[in-house]
């Protein structure tokens, strides 16, 4: 027997998980640990909802609430969406706990001790115009690396880590002011100590995964620099020492060691308050399942932490994936780019979602999500072959013997079975997911097939019992199918169990269990598995048809034909400029539009209007007549959407399909469906306070 130890990421408690965090990082660690319970190895498998930190804090300051009633309101919800998905942790906690946080003292205190966290004077962002220094997270720039975003200490783009000082073009996330560099004093980690261990440590770790490894070599052999772990913010861990009660543990800093502390909390829940040193200080594997924009804080940072520490085992593998994408583009909370989890619970099956997950799942470089592909998987291979195989052999068996037959199994047809089982689990234990997956898929093309050639129709008057062989050879490959399933759709694993006549839960039984013989068990007429689903009833919300895009007005002129109207000409960032015909003469000046950054319908189909082409359309909302405009926040061309709804613009679109995205303005905010419009700064601001209206052309 093994100790196994998964780590899985921390989700964010600022929003909805989407599939992207279920295809990083959730997915593979559940498969990984449900296969090594069935081993019979000791598993412990931690993970909780990342509580800290300034994006909950700007959530929080934009809905007007407190942090904590963000992060309870997002831990309530992962929690039911990992039930309802199947992921199955030994303890899934949250960092904003007392326990957590009294880990994390105590480790910081240890270090503090050991000389490797000191007090230094640094230079950090101040934003004059709010009066305050300004976290990370609400500093936005150019990373001066590849020139992508930056958000605070890191490049969304390249990965990069920065100090402040190199963020191009920075600005205030809250006000979109210029801040200045200010000397403040933070208290720092000494990971340039940790440069040639962390060397010597990774030389035996060939077996990782190329972009991995090549990713943390390059990333220490550029140079480690000590590191800030204070930050002046108010929510979040307490320093526990004194002179800084007004700073909190940066969140980088917090959330890893939450793999500790979510081991001792288990531990503690289970009434054996030691037994998490069974995997940290004895010997034990310890993986982390995460997204490749996590790499150097599991593979640097956090193995020099537990150096630094002492005593503690540090990671055995990494294996990172790489992103799941949509239209290309990553998954983000921030920007609204996303599949999200609690959506595509209540319209399919939760194993479906798993298995084209599992069987698409972005481990050597990105994957997009495409609705045609999930329908064609779902349809041709989980219900045609995968679904229809089990159920075409339960449903003979059941029409006319009632029972699994007792029969000697085709020697041929079952090594090629065992063959492909086998390799499944090298698959699993080497983190090749999508593999494994293929490999059980190839199990059922392998059954339909001898099912096909074999005809056992034909047998069931004629020779009974050449009949009964092919069936029990027929059972016992979806004996093998039910036990090689478990770890990639758990649920539909335990129905096959059931349909096989069994009473217990599948979850119970060991992964060898799957080779030896089936019982002769009195079976059920069985149900399908799966159901077919239509492209054209998937139908996706209006909303996620929009392109709304932040544009900035650089000019207005006087329509020539008309009275009323004004033509602008907008920077749209990437898409470049664009002239629209505006309606708002009546409410406004030109020079009060002049640098104003409005929301566009940018993939509204162009039209002439009193003779001047318009290529698009501005939101306003309708007051008693009056247009009063949507400002935004954000970098132009950026986009604009409503938290929960996934982006998947069409080409183009007519008004009348605009017309059927009921927005209205409430609280000096545009609402839909119950939610805020945002750009991907959290923010859409009405020019003039509006109590209530609708969106207007």
């Not at 593979?28 to 019979?40: A, L, Q, S, T, V």
């Not at 090594?415 to 494994?436: L, P």
């Not at 169990?497 to 009195?522: C, F, P, Q, T, V």
Request: net charge neutral; with cysteine; hydrophobic share 40%.
């Amino acid at each position: 027997m093994e100790r196994i130890f998964v780590g899985v990421a921390w989700p964010y408690a600022n929003g909805s998980l989407h599939l992207g965090t279920l295809a990083g990082c959730l997915l593979p660690g559940d498969i990984f640990g449900r296969y090594h319970r069935m081993k019979g190895n000791a598993v412990l498998m931690v993970s909780g909802s990342d509580e800290h930190g300034t994006p909950i804090t700007l959530t929080a300051e934009k809905e007007g609430v407190s942090p904590k009633e963000i992060v309870d309101r997002y831990h309530k919800e992962h929690k039911e969406n990992l039930e309802q998905l199947g992921i199955q942790f030994e303890n899934f906690t949250r960092t904003s706990n007392e326990f957590h946080k009294n880990v994390v003292k105590k480790f910081f205190l240890r270090l503090y001790e050991k000389g490797y966290i000191y007090p230094k004077k640094m230079l950090a962002f101040y934003c004059q115009n709010c009066n305050r220094f300004l976290p990370d997270r609400y500093v936005e720039g150019i990373c001066p690396h590849c020139h992508g975003k930056a958000r605070g200490d890191q490049c969304e783009e390249c990965g990069a880590t920065l100090e402040p000082e190199e963020i191009l073009e920075p600005k205030c996330k809250i006000c979109g002011a210029k801040p200045i560099l200010k000397e403040t004093e933070h208290l720092f980690f000494k990971l340039s100590a940790f440069e040639e261990k962390l060397l010597e440590w990774l030389k035996d770790k060939n077996f990782w995964r190329d972009n991995v490894l090549n990713f943390t070599l390059n990333f220490i052999k550029s140079g480690l620099k000590d590191r800030a772990i204070t930050r002046d913010i108010e929510w979040g861990v307490e320093v526990p020492i004194k002179g800084y009660e007004n700073k909190r543990i940066y969140v980088w800093f917090d959330a890893v060691i939450g793999y500790l502390s979510a081991s001792m909390e288990w531990a503690e829940k289970i009434g054996k308050p030691d037994e998490w040193k069974k995997w940290w200080k004895e010997e034990a594997k310890h993986y982390y399942f995460l997204a490749k924009d996590n790499i150097p804080f599991h593979t640097v940072i956090w193995p020099a932490m537990l150096m630094a520490h002492g005593g503690l085992n540090l990671p055995y593998d990494v294996p990172a994936n790489e992103y799941l994408t949509l239209s290309g583009e990553q998954f983000s909370k921030s920007k609204g780019i996303g599949i999200w989890i609690p959506d595509v619970l209540k319209r399919f099956d939760a194993d479906a979602i798993r298995y084209y997950l599992s069987i698409n799942m972005p481990e050597k470089h990105d994957t997009d999500w495409r609705w045609e592909d999930f329908v064609a998987k779902n349809n041709n291979e989980l219900v045609a072959i995968y679904g229809n195989f089990i159920h075409r052999v339960l449903t003979f068996i059941h029409k006319n013997f009632g029972k699994i037959p007792a029969g000697k199994v085709d020697e041929e047809i079952w090594q090629e079975v065992v063959k492909n089982f086998e390799e499944i689990g090298k698959s699993i234990e080497a983190c090749h997911f999508k593999e494994g997956m293929k490999k059980v898929m190839r199990i059922a093309q392998i059954g339909n097939q001898y099912m096909n050639a074999s005809e056992p129709w034909k047998f069931v008057k004629e020779n009974v019992e050449r009949c009964k062989d092919v069936l029990h050879t027929l059972a016992r490959i979806v004996k093998v199918l039910a036990i090689a399933s478990t770890p990639y759709m758990p649920k539909t694993a335990n129905k096959i169990w059931k349909m096989l006549g069994y009473k217990d839960e599948i979850y119970s039984h060991k992964w060898e269990e799957a080779l030896e013989d089936i019982e002769e068990n009195e079976i059920e007429k069985p149900a399908p598995l799966f159901k077919k689903l239509e492209l054209n009833e998937i139908i996706e919300d209006p909303f996620s048809k929009l392109d709304l895009r932040v544009a900035k007005i650089i000019k207005v002129e006087d329509h020539p034909n008309a009275d009323k109207l004004y033509i602008l000409e907008l920077d749209v960032g990437e898409l470049g400029k664009r002239r629209i015909v505006a309606g708002i003469k009546p409410w406004y000046k030109k020079d009060e539009l002049i640098g104003k950054k409005i929301v566009l319908l940018a993939n509204l189909k162009p039209a002439k209007i009193r003779g001047v082409k318009s290529e698009g359309m501005l939101l306003a909302v309708d007051r008693a007549g009056e247009a009063v405009l949507l400002l935004a926040n954000a970098k132009e061309g950026s986009g604009v959407f409503v938290e929960g709804i996934e982006s998947n613009p069409a080409e183009k679109i007519s008004y009348e399909e605009f017309a059927k995205v009921e927005m209205k303005s409430k609280d000096g905010k545009v609402e839909y469906k119950g939610k805020f419009l945002r750009d991907e700064t959290g923010e859409i601001k009405i020019f003039k306070q509006v109590e209530d209206g609708h969106i207007i052309r």
